[in-house]
Each structure stands twice: as structure tokens, then as C-alpha cells.
């Protein structure tokens, strides 16, 4: 996925975005993925017409991995 598929408010809007379960209902501070895809794009919950990070799928598991291990705390 280039960096060109994500500007615009319309590809903002043609992903399925999904926030983590441990997020609450509070909607605090949280960041939303969208599954499906050859990397990982991220953005604000709060923002989301705003900018998108887009990871590699290896370098995304292994963040999850480390904050689930409590590593980053």
C-alpha cells in the first residue's frame, strides 16, 4: 500500500477501522486499525480524518507483542 492511497478524506472512509477491546467506553485516548491489509495504517480515534501511520505487518506484531509483555511501560 503506498502512502498515495491514503490521502484524501475518501480513502480514510473506504477502510473497516476497529478499536482495541481495552480501549473502554470512555473513547480516550485510542489509536484504530484497519485489518485486512498487506500493512498495518493506524490513526487517532479522535481525528480520523488525520494523518494515518502505516506499518509493516511484522513490525506491528511485534509492538503488540512487547505491550502485551508489558515492555513498554
Partial sequence: MTRDEWDGQDAMCRYRW???TYSG???GDCLEVADGHP???VR???NA???VLVFGADG???FVSAVRRG???
Fill in 18 to 20: 476497529r478499536k482495541s
Fill in 44 to 46: 487517532d480515534s479522535k
Fill in 39 to 41: 500493512t498495518v495504517p
Fill in 60 to 62: 506491528w506484531s511485534s
Fill in 49 to 51: 480524518l488525520g494523518p
Fill in 71 to 73: 515492555e513498554l511501560a
Fill in 25 to 27: 467506553g470512555s473513547n
